[in-house]
């Protein structure tokens, strides 16, 4: 559950980034590009993580997530062909990126890592989380505890012992002759503080940091206004905003946030869910509707072009599977011994083709997460070929779509190692099947209970990939979801009522995975247990052990 308001384009549908895996790759890269704007000129870095499954140390080779740090730290995008050199480019550069195992007691989130950067005479350390879908948070700077998402851009004026509250209203004057300021604070090490900000230690070192958050980044001028101004107090320095959808000082109200409050909408205004999700995303985000259904369409876009690279299948995956979604086109398109099951045909192949093309570290559209993106993409793009759905009717059912993801983020999240592999796949259905009933002429109540049905069919999978890569049995439960989505969305369209409300059917699913034992959403349980995965997780290891300097 995110303490910010959500995004359809920033928790849900998107970002377009480099797989294998959104949360260790996407992430990792994301931890990376906030932290090294906290000291530009740092020319060593070591990355600490935690070693143990479902954390960063054991995907560190596998995942490439070393190299998506060494990435991140470059200045790289989560989009960035060149993520995979990440380690061998820092090096040219005569960057020095290392990596040491360390424990995070009593830390909310498993993705955690920090990294101390360091220069010529300066020596600064940041700890962060990624939670999910590549979305991250920036939880402490130097022991002060803060809570940053890339939301925003932020002027950032760090102290050794100063009292700050001296310098707030002369740092305000400078910010807001340039651009508007959402909000500003100042950070303390006090107790309530770090615990809002996802960790449940006590710690104060009395450091302050005076964070501004701003509309637009600073002028030359306006950064120099303020670094004099901070001169013999502290030291000042500058983070970009990073999600596609950025904070506004001036925020539109809501039009819902729960699901009773969309139903309340929807009967209040005679909009359908589409249009709710237009007009929420508008206000999320200060967009015209133009803009919000043009970005809808360039993710059908990118998932069309994602499902062709995967479909020419010229890569390799990362792991040890082997790809198979061209064989499986070519068998589906000649009928060639494949029982016939109509549209979920081309699901099936699109869906594989995806996955596969991410497990190769190729780019993909999360949607909700790498590990799921094969199923909304492999519905969308067989509906589009058998109904002849047009560019506008895909960017549509995409909406549709975000609109479910929009209250699983709200309620729960979609991180598999937080929640097991129902955080990510039953939610890609829950999306699919909607998108599905919407494009198909069904009502908002039956978009619903489509989505509700995936959740109820899907409640319990557990996250277990094989020797951890994003493979087996992750590109097959892809197609399988797809296949789930498409017969809920039937169901739903005949009449069928699966009893349980949206909202509730969620709370349910954050619930399970809330009491999951560790080794079902942590990539020990499952599939995992076989000796044949654990043969292949022995050589995988030894292949790719990672040696912590």
Known sequence: ??????????????????????????????????????????????????????????????FK????????????????????????????????????????????YVGMAAIQLSSEDTIVEAVAASIGGGMVRLLEIDGV??????????????????????????????????????????????RQEYQNAG??????????????????????????????????????????????????????????????ELNDYLERTGC???????????????WSREKVLHYAESMAREMRRSAEEGLAGEFQLCGFAKTHAKTLCEMTETHKKLLPLGIADKALYYAMAVMEL?????????????????????????????????????AEGLMVAGLIGLFVAILANFDGSDGGCQAEMSSACAMGA????????????????????CFEGLMGLVCDPIAVYVEVPCILRNPMGASVAFTMANLASSGYDPIVPLDEIIIAMRDTGAGMPPDLRCQRGGTCLTPTAKRIAAEMEEKNKFRFE
């Open 1 to 62: 559950m995110l303490s910010q308001n959500i995004s359809i384009f920033n928790d849900v549908l998107g970002p377009v980034i480099t797989g294998p895996s959104s949360s260790h790759t996407g992430g990792a890269v994301r931890i990376g590009l906030l932290i090294r704007n906290l000291l530009p000129e740092f020319r060593k870095a070591v990355v600490f993580v935690e070693d143990f499954p479902g954390a960063y140390g054991p995907t560190l080779e596998g």
């Open 65 to 108: 997530s070393a190299d998506a740090f060494a990435a991140g730290l470059l200045g790289m995008d989560v989009d960035d062909a060149r993520i995979r050199f990440g380690r061998k480019i820092a090096e040219e550069r005569n960057l020095s990126v290392r990596f040491s195992p360390r424990t995070f007691p009593n830390a909310e």
């Open 145 to 190: 505890p803060v809570d940053i998402w890339g939301s925003t851009n932020e002027a950032l004026i760090l102290s050794c012992g100063a009292d700050l509250a001296e310098l707030e209203e002369a740092a305000l004057n400078i910010v807001e002759k340039e651009t508007k300021v959402i909000r500003k604070r100042i950070c303390k090490g006090d």
């Open 199 to 260: 960790m449940k230690e006590e710690k104060s070192n009395g450091r302050q940091i005076l964070e501004i958050c701003t509309e637009d980044p600073l002028s030359s001028e306006g950064r120099k206004a303020l670094e004099d101004l901070a001169r013999n107090k502290g030291r000042v320095c500058y983070l970009d905003a990073i999600l596609t959808v950025s904070e506004r000082a001036e925020q539109q109200p809501l039009p819902f946030t729960t699901v009773p």
């Open 272 to 286: 359908g869910m589409m249009e709710a999700a237009v007009r929420y995303e508008m206000a999320v985000s200060g």
């Open 358 to 394: 991410n497990g190769g570290m190729g780019s993909i559209v999360t949607c909700p997460t790498a590990g799921s993106s094969g199923v909304v993409p492999g519905m969308l793009l067989a509906m589009q070929d058998e109904m002849e759905l047009t560019m506008e009717e895909a």
């Open 434 to 453: 909607a998108m599905a009933c919407y494009l198909n002429g069904g009502s908002d109540i039956q978009i619903q209970r489509a989505a509700v049905m």
